[in-house]
């Protein structure tokens, strides 16, 4: 009689922990307890709140234990702009959701953007987009490009030539974007070096050619360096006009 009661007690537990799971599994039991509350923060500069709601709600219309939190994670992480998402549970009815935002540090590679973090994504532009300088260099190797722009950009500014774009080619070559469309070939060899004593000697070099402006910058020698120069366009001379006024002279015959 013991031993009965012993199975019947074992069977009833483990009907009462198989059926609740089952119920789960099924999403009948899930639909009992639906989603009342979505919190949702940033902070938000290219992304709103009620973009994040319009992604989630159609993700919630089950019931707390029916909610894929994966999905809707990859649902907000897919959005422009997102650089990282958190979603959670709270019980009974509440799914949290906390975002952050990528910060454009600069342009990449024409269509892209870089963000703070080094981070290379796709977004739509915006009107401020278009004053960040352009970078340039295959994906992997962005952390180099902006560590030399980072370099180079204070010097060149002090010496009154801001730095508006870095490429870096596929065979390691480096091209420096001035104001004024100047570009600086660097080439592929000791950049750093090369940039600082050309930045060093370019005040001077444009005193030496006033009223000429600078068009390029080849920096690929061992002990110097070449430029390209246009020269001012002489003004033409103005043509003299007859004098008017009083009576013409007359031709003398002959």
Do not use: C
Request: charged content about 20%; overall charge positive.
């Amino acid at each position: 009689m013991n031993a009965l009661v012993r199975l019947l007690a074992w069977v009833l537990a483990i009907a009462l922990f198989a059926l609740p799971v089952a119920f789960v599994l099924s999403g009948q039991f899930g639909d009992h307890w639906p989603m009342r509350r979505l919190e949702v923060s940033g902070p938000f500069r290219q992304v709103s709140a009620e973009q994040v709601r319009a992604v989630v709600l159609p993700q919630v219309r089950k019931g707390f234990f029916s909610v894929h939190i994966e999905a809707i994670r990859d649902a907000i992480a897919a959005m422009p702009w997102v650089e990282h998402v958190e979603v959670r549970k709270q019980w009974p009815d509440e799914l949290v959701v906390r975002l952050t935002e990528h910060r454009a540090f600069a342009r990449w590679d024409h269509d892209k953007l870089l963000s703070e973090r080094g981070r290379v994504f796709s977004a739509p532009g915006s009107p401020e987009l278009a004053n960040l300088p352009a970078l340039d260099g295959p994906d992997g190797r962005s952390a180099d490009v902006v560590a030399l722009y980072n370099q180079i950009q204070p010097p060149f500014t002090a010496a009154g030539w801001p730095v508006l774009g870095v490429s870096l080619s596929d065979r390691d070559s480096w091209t420096v974007h001035l104001r004024d469309g100047v570009d600086v070939v660097v080439g592929r060899n000791d950049a750093m070096t090369r940039l600082q004593r050309f930045v060093h000697l370019l005040p001077r070099l444009i005193a030496t050619r006033q009223g000429s402006t600078l068009l390029r910058a080849d920096l690929r020698y061992t002990n110097g360096f070449s430029l390209s120069w246009q020269d001012p366009v002489p003004a033409k001379a103005t043509p003299k006009r007859p004098a008017t006024g009083g009576k013409p002279k007359q031709q003398a015959r002959t």
